[in-house]
Every structure is written in structure tokens, then in C-alpha cells.
């Protein structure tokens, strides 16, 4: 597409000419793109609008550096694919522009590595060959209901607020915001807990000799606190995976965390603070490792990796017990694969759990992803209703991209008339999700890190 078209497709005439929606899909991340596919292939019909706060799309890859899809496969010595649909369509033009190596890595459980800047280009051309609306820089502020039923936001923008009306709307926003606005039934973190957050850190300056390891680095952070004890205070953290960048070799670690209220800006604002001095005492420390002498921060964030914020209350809470057990539900929508993850601030190194899927999946239900008081409104990613443990598998970006074209696929049906699940399923299937974890398909080889 030619630059004078793309500025034109993205003109504010287009986005302007009507506030007047069928699918609303707030947050432009993982579970919002994968909404809005997925409101298109159920409704070729509809008006869709993306509303994203940030500059781009992306989500935590391009706001705050996890720059992996995790829950794509299964963490199995023959790994399976476990997420398909949207997913494929993304790492086919990934791929095509280098953007994502030929093969997944493992680090306890198996993940997809992104450039973030190709990532931004490969959604927004989906997203306009799609027709589907998007608006960068708008946070939502303000949300309308009428009994059961969600009816407008209003979005802040640098001249002034705007209002938005749907039939449909979808909460991708990480935080459940659009919920919680609209006064559907939310809650913050689960019952006292709360997965604490990351800062990303982006190392370049290797030397061509270096071997960096997750092991070797965490070698050296333990031999430096042991000899500056006042470390320890500051960097609570031993060790984080290690993810190389496919184009420039640079290395990505999310070894600052802090203990911060997502909803709250004085506190994420200590955390930013603390997380950036982080990121420069670990890069003291690196820098006595062989081949690391001229490391150097080539960015940190640049947001805080929140891992959970608010939860909407569904018309069902996925539980630890259907994940240890593989309960299956005549509703599934979606197969999750990542382990259950939970960052623990009252661990003395705020080291995570990591518990696998014992059967190496897990089904999640429709009805986990639809508020239990508002009719027409649908969340997917980190906001799904999952207790304290399945909502640190549920909220990894791979699974966000199926929960994200599952509800995006429920809410195009709905505005067409009643919703039926065995229509939401098999419209699912019919644009390449995988629903049958017996069925998934192999893989292939992954690299380890």
C-alpha cells in the first residue's frame, strides 16, 4: 500500500464520519486485535472501532517490551500448536519481513519472539484490510449503561472528550477500564493477590564472543549482592528469562518488578522510577561478565509490564482445580497451554511459580469471558475471570489472541441477533481456531534459552 493511501485510509474524515458502532473493541493489544478479526469473520457487516491509548498497536510487545507470545503451544517434548486463527495470519506476514524466527524457544514454556517494530506494521495493515477502524491516543474515561445493557464511552483526546455508541462492546483494555466504567461487576487482583509487574530491559553492546545465559547472569547477580548486601534492597530479582531479538541480537530481560496498584498513578509511578534504577544496577553488574563490557540499556519499558490488574466477574471464575483437572466445558472457545505463573512479592527474591498444565492443555469457557451483569459486554486477555493461579495462565499473549477472537467472534454474532455458542464455535472453527485439544497439530522443533 502506498504511503499517500495508508494516510488517507487513516484520515480523521474516516474516523470522524460517525460515532455510531456495532463492535467497540477498547485496547489495541494481543486480545483487542484478535477481537476485532474476530468480530469481522462473524459479521462481515459491522462497523468496528479500536480504541487504544497508547501510539500503536501491540500491546505489552510495543508498550512495554514482552516481546514474546506466550500460550501459542504446548510446553510437551513434541510440542503442539495450541492457538491457530488469528495467530497464523500474524506470523505468515511476521515472517515474510523477518519479523519472528522460524522457530519458537523454551524457557520453561514455549514462546513466540517478536520484533515490536514489525509487529506494529503487520496489524496495522491487518487491522485496514480488515476495514476495521482504529483510535490511537484515547483512553476511556466515561461509560453509559441502560439496565443490563452497556451504551456509549466517552474517550479523552487532547481537544476534548468524544463519545462513542455501540451495540457490542468488547474489554481488551488489560485493566477492564471500559468495564469498570460502565459499573459492570469488576474486581482488583483476586481476593489480596496480585502478580506483581516487570519493567523490560533491552541489552545491546554484546561482544561477538559473549554467551549470555539466564544461569550466567544470575551467577553474577548473587556474587554481587553477596558482596554489596545494599543491593539486595534494590534488586529483588536473581534471575529472568533471556530473549534475543531476531534482527538486532539484542537481549531482552525482566529482571527489574516492582509491587505496584495498576490503577493507581502515584504508585506506578514509584514503580517506573524504581524500575529504571533497577535497570541501571543490573547493567553494573552484567558488565563484569565476559563479552559484556560494553553493554549498554537500549531501552527499559517503555511502560511497566503490569502481569494483572482488575478481573470483570464473569458468569463463571475458571479455577485451579479445572486446570489441574483439564474440566471440560460445553462452551470452550478457547485452549490454553501456558503453565500457571504467579510472581510472588512475598517470595524473598519475588521468584514466579510455575506449575504446567498436567495434560498439557486446558479448556476455557465462553461464559468466563461475559460479564454476569452486563449483557452485551465481553472481555478477553488479562481481564477474564480466572482465581489467583488459572489467571496467570490465561493473561499470556497467545492465549489473549484466541480469548480475543472468541469474544470478538460472540459479539459479531450477537449484534446480528441471539447469541448461540455452537454458532460462536463453529464460526471459530471455521476461520482456523483450534478447539479440540486431542486434534492440536504438531509444532515442530523449538530452540531452548
Known amino acids: 500500500?502506498?504511503?499517500?493511501?495508508?494516510?488517507?485510509?487513516?484520515?480523521?474524515?474516516?474516523?470522524?464520519?460517525?460515532?455510531?458502532?456495532?463492535?467497540?473493541?477498547?485496547?489495541?493489544?494481543?486480545?483487542?486485535?484478535g477481537a476485532a478479526i474476530g468480530a469481522r469473520q462473524a459479521n462481515p457487516a459491522a462497523r468496528i472501532i479500536v480504541i487504544e491509548s497508547e501510539g500503536c498497536l501491540g500491546g505489552a510487545i510495543t508498550h512495554r517490551g514482552v516481546v514474546s507470545f506466550c500460550g501459542l503451544f504446548t510446553s510437551e517434548p513434541k510440542p503442539r500448536q495450541a492457538v491457530g486463527g488469528v495467530w497464523d495470519e500474524i506470523n505468515r506476514r511476521l515472517l515474510a519481513i523477518r519479523g519472528t524466527p522460524s522457530r519458537?524457544?523454551?524457557h520453561r514454556g514455549i514462546f513466540q519472539v517478536v520484533e515490536p517494530e514489525c509487529l506494529k506494521v503487520v496489524l496495522d495493515e491487518l487491522l485496514l484490510e480488515n476495514n476495521i477502524d482504529v483510535l490511537l491516543h484515547a483512553a476511556v474515561v466515561q461509560a453509559s449503561r441502560e439496565g443490563p445493557l452497556a451504551t456509549s464511552i466517552e474517550v479523552q483526546e487532547r481537544r476534548g472528550r468524544r463519545k462513542f455508541v455501540a451495540a457490542a462492546f468488547i474489554d481488551c483494555s488489560g485493566d477492564a477500564d471500559l468495564a469498570y466504567h460502565v459499573g459492570a461487576?469488576?474486581?482488583?487482583?483476586n481476593h489480596g493477590s496480585v502478580n506483581i509487574g516487570s519493567l523490560a530491559t533491552r541489552f545491546g553492546g554484546f561482544s561477538p564472543d559473549a554467551r549470555p545465559t539466564a544461569d550466567l547472569w544470575k551467577q553474577a547477580i548473587v556474587k554481587a549482592k553477596d558482596k554489596d548486601p545494599s543491593l539486595a534492597k534494590l534488586c529483588k530479582k536473581n534471575s529472568s528469562v533471556l530473549l534475543p531479538l531476531p534482527l538486532s541480537g539484542d537481549i531482552m530481560s525482566f529482571l527489574a518488578s516492582a509491587s505496584y496498584d495498576a490503577r493507581d498513578a502515584a504508585s506506578i509511578t514509584a514503580a517506573e522510577i524504581s524500575g529504571r534504577q533497577q535497570a541501571q544496577a543490573?547493567?553494573?553488574?552484567?558488565?563484569?561478565?565476559?563479552?559484556?563490557?560494553?553493554l549498554y540499556l537500549v531501552s527499559t519499558g517503555p511502560n511497566f509490564g503490569t502481569r494483572e490488574s482488575r478481573h470483570v466477574n464473569a458468569k463463571y471464575s475458571l479455577t485451579e482445580d479445572d486446570f489441574m483437572n483439564n474440566s471440560s466445558f460445553d462452551d470452550t472457545i478457547a485452549i490454553g497451554a501456558w503453565g500457571m505463573?504467579?510472581?510472588?512479592?512475598?517470595n524473598e527474591f519475588w521468584e514466579s511459580s510455575f506449575r504446567y498444565p498436567p495434560a498439557g492443555t486446558f479448556e476455557i469457557?465462553?461464559?468466563?469471558?461475559?460479564?454476569?451483569?452486563?449483557?452485551?459486554?465481553?472481555?478477553?486477555?488479562?481481564?477474564?475471570?480466572?482465581?489467583k493461579y488459572t489467571s496467570s495462565a490465561v493473561r499470556v499473549?497467545?492465549?489473549?489472541?484466541?480469548?480475543g477472537q472468541a469474544t470478538g467472534t460472540a459479539a459479531g454474532l450477537l449484534v446480528k441477533g441471539k447469541l448461540d455458542v455452537s454458532e460462536v464455535q463453529a464460526c471459530l472453527r471455521a476461520n482456523g481456531a483450534l478447539l479440540d485439544a486431542a486434534a492440536l497439530p504438531y509444532a515442530g522443533p523449538v530452540d531452548t534459552t
Open 365 to 387: 469457557p465462553l461464559r468466563c469471558l461475559r460479564s454476569r451483569d452486563t449483557a452485551n459486554l465481553f472481555v478477553a486477555g488479562r481481564c477474564v475471570d480466572g482465581d
Open 282 to 294: 543490573y547493567l553494573q553488574i552484567l558488565r563484569t561478565l565476559p563479552g559484556h563490557e560494553n
Open 185 to 189: 461487576s469488576t474486581r482488583y487482583g
Open 397 to 403: 499473549m497467545g492465549t489473549a489472541l484466541a480469548t
Open 341 to 346: 505463573e504467579f510472581h510472588d512479592e512475598t
Open 1 to 33: 500500500m502506498a504511503v499517500d493511501e495508508t494516510l488517507s485510509t487513516y484520515s480523521s474524515e474516516r474516523q470522524v464520519a460517525s460515532p455510531h458502532y456495532d463492535v467497540i473493541v477498547v485496547g489495541g493489544g494481543a486480545a483487542g486485535i
Open 104 to 106: 519458537a524457544r523454551q
